[in-house]
């Protein structure tokens, strides 16, 4: 299969530069009028397909909000990752998977290998016991064209206590992180296929990103606090590789089809006019 940052590349430029996850937490389906039960969650994801899959680049189902439901829930993500896929969306599913040897190998195996239930495009994933913990889900992405989000610099209030901490050689985990990301990609065009996860919320880190070569999944645009300033000024020569991620601004205009929609294209502009990517013609 095509590498995934050819087929992201070429998915931003089709459809634009937008991630909506798919999120279907308590909350949420309270508000769309359906009950906190696999039968509301699958309601739920009916709905957004049906609205959105046919016109968003990418989607990132939330893995825990399925797996509350045990079985049930596992089969609704399937069904979910695979109606979306059939519409052309790319499917990124966030799991921040992260381990060692043959745990991390079946993880792999599990998300990233077309043959499983469970394929998807892309994973999150944790490096935080060592990125060359993460070289099974490295290798099977490039075996069948997949990719890997890698957690770098998260707007969480708790991560810079381990992702600001300093190795030996004075720089922070999170650059080792970037540095060993930009190193796996070099080369590649258009885009490398591992990505990084990094907030539009971080502020001012002082780290570089700038030969990263490879996508950044960035949340936090919109109602978490992050601006267009924000993203122009963290990512700075490297917009084109920039991934918004957004769940609210658009999950909670639903359950209307249409609102969903018109949400969903107010955001993709925002997100356009804060990355200067004009929409096609």
Known sequence: ??????????????????????DPHSSLLKA??????????ASFCQTVVDALADRVAVFKPQSAFFERFGARGAQILESTIRQLREAGALVLLDAKRGDIGSTVA???DAYLNPSRPMYVDAITASPFLGLGSLAP???????HGGGVFVLA???NPEG??????????GRTVAQ??????????????PLG??????????GETGHDLSQVNGPFLVPGLGAQGGTADDLRRIFAGNLGAVLPSSSREVLGAGPDVQSLRDAASRTLDACRDALGRPGRS
């Open 137 to 143: 889900m490295f290798d099977m992405a490039a075996d």
């Open 176 to 189: 080792t992180i970037i540095d060993e990301i930009s190193q796996l990609n070099k080369g590649v065009e």
């Open 106 to 108: 079946a993880y792999a």
């Open 153 to 155: 610099l998260t707007s």
């Open 1 to 22: 299969m095509e590498p995934f940052g050819a087929r992201l590349a070429r998915a931003m430029d089709e459809r634009g530069p937008l991630c909506v996850g798919v």
């Open 160 to 169: 810079p206590a381990v992702q600001h901490a300093r190795g030996i050689d």
């Open 32 to 41: 769309w009028g359906l009950p906190d039960d696999a039968d509301g969650v």
């Open 193 to 202: 296929s591992l990505g990084l996860v990094v907030g539009a919320t971080i």
